[in-house]
């Protein structure tokens, strides 16, 4: 079991596409098969965000949250609340995403993205550049992984104690081959409000020397592909033995 799923991490999944421009409405024409599908009774079990001229957002009351504009599409998952009223009483907030563990949503992304792919509008004519593959995760300190602890220890170290609040942010290459390179957006936040939880976000990008097609099994293999590569990083983040060296005590 992965670090992000004893965490309760939450993913996000995203394609990066050479540029084409359609308005919101013609994203919304091209989703409607998908849209259709998620209604409880004869009512939607989503929103759509005001839609501007060239972007859009559906949210998905299962948590998820489709994002669609001219060079990117992405879904990303976050826990959604509403209130109910209560004969008598206060209203009471009800969880209504789906609390499924950070594997499970990245495969309901995975899948989900892929679908969406080759019904948006030029789909056979367009090409994927990058693929992105996201964990997030609200923790304190003293639950994240001994490797992104040492993380925190080394960033700190001019300072010679606990730091109050911080943001980190590093975008380093992690791997380069001949057909892609990859690299991954480190953020680290601790907030100085300490009511606030500490969050810790790893964007993992896979760019392409030689274009992807959006055909449904090439973005499946390269889905699967950038899946494995990344949560194999976010492993080698836990572990964090390139720390070792320079920080003693994690």
Same mark, same amino acid.
């Given at each position: 079991m992965s670090w992000c799923d004893k965490l309760a991490s939450v993913p996000s999944v995203g394609f990066i596409y050479d540029p084409h421009f359609v308005s919101g409405d013609g994203i919304i024409d091209a989703i409607a098969p998908m849209l259709d599908k998620w209604k409880v009774g004869d009512k939607p079990d989503f929103t759509l965000s005001q839609p501007e001229p060239l972007k859009i957002e559906v949210q998905h009351n299962n948590g998820f949250t489709y994002s669609f504009e001219p060079t990117r599409t992405s879904i990303a998952y976050q826990h959604r609340v509403k209130f109910r009223n209560v004969s008598g009483s206060r209203p009471v907030a009800e969880l209504i995403s789906s609390p499924q563990p950070y594997s499970q949503l990245l495969d309901d992304a995975i899948s989900d993205i892929v679908e969406i792919a080759l019904i948006l509008p030029m789909a056979k004519r367009r090409s994927v550049k990058t693929i992105g593959i996201v964990t997030s995760t609200h923790a304190d300190e003293k639950d994240i992984p001994p490797g992104i602890r040492k993380m925190i220890r080394y960033?700190?170290?001019?300072?010679?104690?606990?730091?109050? =609040? #911080?943001?980190?942010?590093?975008? /380093?290459?992690?791997?380069? =081959?001949?057909? %892609?390179?990859?690299?991954?957006? %480190?953020?680290?936040?601790?907030?100085? *409000?300490?009511?606030?939880?500490? $969050?810790?976000?790893?964007?993992?990008?896979?760019? #392409?020397? $030689?274009?992807? =097609?959006?055909?449904?099994?090439?973005?499946? &293999?390269?889905?699967? &592909? =950038?899946?494995? +590569? /990344?949560?194999?990083?976010?492993?080698?983040? /836990?572990?964090? *033995? +390139?720390? *070792?060296?320079?920080?003693?005590? /994690?």
């Open positions: 960033l700190s170290r001019p300072w010679k104690s606990d730091l109050d =609040a #911080y943001l980190f942010t590093i975008v /380093a290459e992690v791997e380069s =081959a001949k057909i %892609h390179s990859d690299r991954c957006i %480190h953020t680290l936040t601790r907030p100085d *409000d300490k009511e606030q939880i500490p $969050n810790f976000k790893f964007d993992w990008q896979r760019s #392409y020397s $030689n274009q992807v =097609a959006v055909e449904k099994d090439t973005l499946l &293999r390269e889905l699967q &592909r =950038a899946k494995k +590569a /990344a949560l194999d990083y976010f492993e080698t983040l /836990a572990v964090g *033995d +390139a720390f *070792d060296d320079i920080v003693k005590d /994690a």
